[in-house]
């Protein structure tokens, strides 16, 4: 059973959110992070992505962390952003493409995560995972919320839509775009012991984005409690949005290489066809955001989508019977057979030539990205169904990293929950 908790959070004011909000710090490269600076200089990737603001250092210099500090305190300072006077919840509602996504903001428990209470079905990545703990720890603040997923088994879901028409909204920000996130604060006290109670009785929740900002979290406790020092007990917790199961939507996430190992353009398809049928896809305007499969009864199927040397690939191999659900995950089998089978790429969580993009990206960004000579293949990716990664992690299975990209994406600095342990 998990444990929810209210919070005191930092907001922005009505007034400031729309020019402080801003993409999750991973979504965005140091330089698209620079330019969106430039451009709103109060926006906060300026805190989550601070390293934009220091060109020529490493992303990972002691004076990142500490510009991140200094520019969330500055926000602080500056009246743009105020603590709430006492501890709520929070509703995050995302209008987007005609579709509501509804979640609860609360916080989490630490120890709900080292328990398994709060499952997982990804890999981290050790350096974004180090990047993460220490960025948390410099800022003592969780500014980016983590993900979760609830069962929907009865009526959750509507009590927490009921409080959307009895609280106003006190943030509202409308993306390029044209997304509309909203904040409605919950502080009626019967209304969030009620909620509390409710979430008692939820046996496990399933991280859905923010794996390594989850495990950041704990790294920093534990580092903390090991120093012996008697930290706040919100130290000990993690912000999070929770939304129920069957209310989010999944894409794949591609894979990029930088290299082809001993391969050509030429030799490379060739050398796939000793693990997937392969055939020339045909012409892509790239306007989707997932390429449909050709092939019939696509359910039987691996499919996997290449791009190289200027065309589109689609390769496909049978699904074998029997085969569990961690076995029958695409990215599972494009691991075994091709990063590893044919370009000894074993850690995919830390091996360079390999980066990922969020498969909400249209198929367009892949095609820039090797035609511009920075990778020299993509791989887009099938997405997968929520209950295939509900099922792996109740299994305690682990599925690759960067599998899955679940949407609605939220944005970061409407809601910060901060913390003491100095």
């Known amino acids: ?69 200094e520019n969330f305190e500055a926000l602080k300072r500056d009246g743009l952003m105020k603590q709430d006077t006492e501890p709520g919840l929070y509703l995050y509602r995302v209008q987007q493409d005609g579709e509501t996504f509804l979640g609860l903001c609360c916080c989490l428990d630490v120890d709900d995560y080292r328990k398994n209470n709060i499952r997982r079905h990804e890999q981290t990545r050790y350096d974004k995972e180090e990047d993460r703990t220490r960025h948390i720890g410099a800022v003592k603040a969780h500014n980016g919320p983590v993900v979760l997923l609830y069962r929907n088994t009865g009526d959750l879901v509507s ?41 008692s009785s939820v046996p496990a929740l399933y991280i859905a984005d923010g794996h390594h900002r989850a495990k950041a979290s704990v790294n920093l406790a534990d580092r ?122 074993t850690d995919p969580r830390g091996d360079a030539r390999l980066q990922y993009l969020g498969g909400a990206r249209p198929v367009s960004d892949l095609q820039k990205l090797v035609d511009s000579g920075e990778y020299r293949l993509a791989f887009a990716m099938q997405p997968v169904r929520v209950e295939t990664v509900l099922s792996i992690a109740d299994a305690g299975g682990v599925m690759p990293p960067k599998s899955t990209w679940f949407e609605p994406k939220l944005l970061s600095g409407l809601v910060i929950h901060t913390f003491d342990w100095s």
């Open 224 to 345: 903390i409690l090991a120093s012996g020092k008697v930290p706040d007990p919100e130290v000990c917790r993690f912000m999070g949005v929770m939304f129920a199961h069957d209310r989010v939507k999944i894409h794949g996430y591609s894979r990029l290489l930088t290299d082809l190992g001993e391969y050509t353009p030429g030799t490379f398809p060739e050398a796939l066809k000793q693990s997937f049928a392969v055939q020339i896809y045909g012409e892509l305007d790239g306007s989707g955001y997932n390429i449909p499969p050709k092939i019939a009864h696509p359910e039987r199927y691996h499919v996997v989508h290449l791009y190289l040397g200027g065309k589109w690939y689609e390769c496909t191999r049978p699904i074998e019977p029997g085969a569990s659900p961690l076995e029958a995950l695409d990215v599972a089998v494009l691991q075994r057979h091709v990063l590893e089978g044919m370009l000894g790429i």
């Open 1 to 69: 059973m998990v444990k929810i908790y209210r919070f005191a959070g930092v907001r922005p004011v009505p007034s400031a959110a729309p020019e402080i909000a801003a993409v999750p710090y991973d979504v965005v490269t140091a330089d698209e992070a620079r330019a969106a600076i430039a451009k709103n200089p109060k926006s906060f990737l300026r805190v989550s992505r601070s390293d934009a603001e220091l060109p020529g250092i490493s992303p990972h210099d002691d004076r990142v962390y500490q510009r991140a500090h």
């Open 159 to 199: 009590s927490i839509e009921s409080q959307v028409a009895k609280n106003q909204p006190v943030a509202e920000v409308r993306t390029e775009q044209g997304i509309l996130h909203q904040i409605f604060r919950i502080t009626d006290p019967e209304v969030l012991s009620r909620l509390e109670h409710r979430f």
